[in-house]
């Protein structure tokens, strides 16, 4: 009797902090059925050993900020089945991707006393940008047990489920008293995906959008409620250029109060 191959899952680095990589290993117990269900064929963050491809599954961390990660991430997609981003650096440029608002030669050379040794693009921007992507997981960093379940509906053939719904869904449900309606407190929540397990909601502090977008985000009556409970135009544009920066909802409500 032949004995089936287990898939090759791949873990890719490209711009980042390599927290949502972290999360993969931070679920102890879960990965080891993680282990013993594929073959981990390349993931430097745990090991040195490296089997060719093609790979039945890609996780992609990180944003394209260099030339060379331009041409790394379509070598990558060639030899991969299914290919997933996974954080806010990699399903919308994440933090880094503030630089595409401003000169970034004039920040190369100020911060680096040789700046003719930086090799960098003027964009941080999101892996889909660059190829096709099969799924997307939100977070800075993503939400672990949502990583397991992308990565058993893959290997099981259904679609993974992922809730679409918005941050102030979570809260409901958790019991957190909404922080606008009591406090005053700005919060993204109502146009950020839920993910986080009600994290700063649930400590009285206003969400802040790590999520990215949800479906459906009315990002402009949030702005307007924003002004409205007194937070000036500068701040606001503020509060929508964070984790998600370059996610399209957030950026044209941010540029919205240039």
């Known amino acids: 009797m032949a004995v089936q191959k287990k ?17 993969l290993l931070s679920c102890e117990d879960e990965l080891l059925q993680v282990a013993g269900a ?23 961390e990180g944003s394209v900020t260099t030339p060379e990660e331009a041409e790394r991430i379509r070598k990558v997609r060639k030899q991969t089945k299914f290919l997933i981003t996974i954080g806010a650096c ?3 440029g994440g933090i880094q991707a503030l630089k595409n608002y401003k000169d970034v030669d004039g ?13 960098t693009l003027a964009t941080s921007t999101a892996i889909r940008d660059h190829v096709d992507v099969d799924f997307e997981l939100r977070g800075c960093p993503i939400n672990k047990l949502q990583l397991l379940e992308a990565i058993n509906a893959l290997l099981n ?5 992922i809730p679409p719904y918005a941050q102030c869904v979570e809260c409901k449900r958790a019991g957190s008293v909404c922080v606008m309606v009591a406090n005053g407190t700005p919060c993204l929540g109502p146009v950020t995906q839920a993910g986080c ?14 999520f990215g977008p949800n479906d459906t985000p009315n990002t402009a009556a949030l702005g307007k409620q924003f002004a409205d409970m007194g ?15 370059n996610a399209s909802a957030f950026r044209k409500e941010s540029e919205a109060h240039e």
């Open 7 to 23: 898939p090759k899952l791949a873990v890719w680095k490209f711009s980042s902090c390599d927290g949502c990589q972290l999360q």
């Open 197 to 210: 397990g009600n994290l700063c909601p649930s400590f009285t502090r206003g969400c802040y959008g790590c």
């Open 90 to 92: 990699a399903t919308a």
């Open 38 to 60: 594929v073959d981990i064929a390349y993931f430097l963050e745990a090991t040195r050993a490296e089997l060719p491809g093609p790979y039945d599954v890609s996780l992609v």
């Open 157 to 161: 053939g259904r679609k993974p489920n």
């Open 231 to 245: 937070m000036d135009e500068r701040s606001i544009k503020h509060f929508f250029r964070s984790f998600n920066a």
């Open 107 to 119: 920040f190369i050379n100020t911060v680096y006393p040789h700046p003719e040794y930086i090799e």
